[in-house]
């Protein structure tokens, strides 16, 4: 079905002027930040999203959008991120090896030098979410990422925990999807390929096992990730029009990354994937190592019903509580799950009321 929404739209955000700003990484990849300027302010926030998705999650018309409550909450200086797991890009639909450590190593340290290059040395608070929190939480307790007023975590941060069913995906999909399938990468929109290809034969088979909509991508995005039906969201928080239009928000995975996520979920930790890598030397092998020695503060915010990355926030907010006391908090948002406090049509009333709260406090 053909959303009615356009893709890559900024129509979502009114009385903004919106510039796109490209940089390029040390290892050579073109990524951008997007600006939503309304005014200069001493608070300005940097929005980061997670793996298969973009900056559009922020930026969505359908409903009052992250971007937007920011700005009229007085944050009249937002970024927007889009990263190498940024599905406006193709770097995710190519055959690759990168890691959570490119990520950090590369991405967040120079999405950071061209946001201070226009913004000097105004404080910078950071909302991410799922394998952006963790990348950016892996910059910043690296030490490859500084000077950061305060960071909101949706979902995971350094402490990745998944369902039994996810660590078996994790375990052995990507040997599968390489080596079995010829699939170097999952896209939500295999539904739509040609028909008796391996991608429209994966997505028929996986729909068999899910009933509980007709929207293919959706069946699809419940495979690649997380342990339910549906997997990453309830269907009731969701606006029909997200809904119909989600492989338009999320986009195709390189399975190279579950690798590393399941190395992490193995850990009990974030670490780094190849010790022996020294390209990646700068970064610890452990992300935790130094925890007590951070001091920005850090809200981790959670659905009670995440079926992606469980209670992960919990555990890595006793973890950080540990390491420094009464530094950071954690907010159970009751009804939520792992994507929808963004996507919810309902977020901006249960969700984003807490992230400025916090922001303003921070800010403070």
């Known amino acids: 079905m053909n959303s009615p929404i356009p893709r890559f739209t900024y129509a979502g955000v009114k009385d903004a002027h919106i510039s796109v700003h490209p940089f390029t990484t040390e290892d050579g990849l073109g990524l951008s930040l997007t600006r939503f300027h309304r005014a200069d302010c001493d608070d300005v926030v ?7 998705l973009s900056s559009d999650m922020f930026i969505m018309p359908e409903h009052r959008n992250l971007v937007t409550h920011l700005l009229d909450e007085g944050f009249t200086d937002v970024w927007a991120l889009d ?15 990168f890691t959570l450590d490119h990520c950090a190593r590369y991405d967040h340290p120079a999405a950071m030098a061209e946001l201070r290059r226009h913004i000097g040395d105004r404080r910078v608070h950071v909302i991410a979410h799922c394998l952006g929190s963790v990348t950016f939480m892996m910059s910043l307790y690296g030490g490859v990422v500084n000077d950061i007023a305060s960071v909101v975590c949706n979902s995971v941060a350094l402490t990745p925990r998944v369902p039994r069913w996810s660590r078996y995906k994790l375990a052995y999909g990507p040997a599968l999807s390489e080596y079995v399938l010829g699939l170097s990468f999952l896209d939500p929109r295999f539904g739509d390929a040609p028909v008796l290809t391996r991608g429209w034969m994966l997505s028929r088979v996986t729909s068999l096992f899910h009933n509980e909509c007709d929207v293919r991508p959706c069946h699809m995005l419940s495979f690649m990730w997380g342990s339910g039906k549906p997997a990453l969201y309830g269907h009731h928080n969701l606006d029909d029009a997200t809904h119909r239009r989600i492989a338009d928000l999320c986009g195709g995975v390189g399975v190279h990354y579950y690798r590393h996520v399941h190395k992490m979920v193995k850990a009990g930790r974030a670490v780094k994937y190849d010790r022996s890598d ?8 452990d992300y935790l190592a130094y925890a007590a020695d951070v001091r920005t503060p850090v809200l981790l915010l959670t659905g009670d019903r995440n079926k992606v990355f469980a209670d992960s926030n919990i555990v890595c907010h006793s973890v950080l509580d540990d390491a420094a006391p009464g530094l950071h908090e954690l907010d159970m948002l009751p009804g939520y799950g ?20 916090f922001l303003k406090r921070k800010a403070a």
């Open 83 to 97: 990263f190498r797991m940024s599905n406006r890009f193709t770097y995710n639909l190519e055959t690759h090896r």
């Open 338 to 357: 792992h994507m929808d406090p963004f996507l919810g049509k309902n977020a901006h009333v249960d969700v984003f009321p807490k992230i400025a709260d």
């Open 46 to 52: 940097l929005v980061i999203h997670g793996l298969t």
């Open 278 to 285: 020294r390209s990646m030397a700068v970064l610890p092998d």
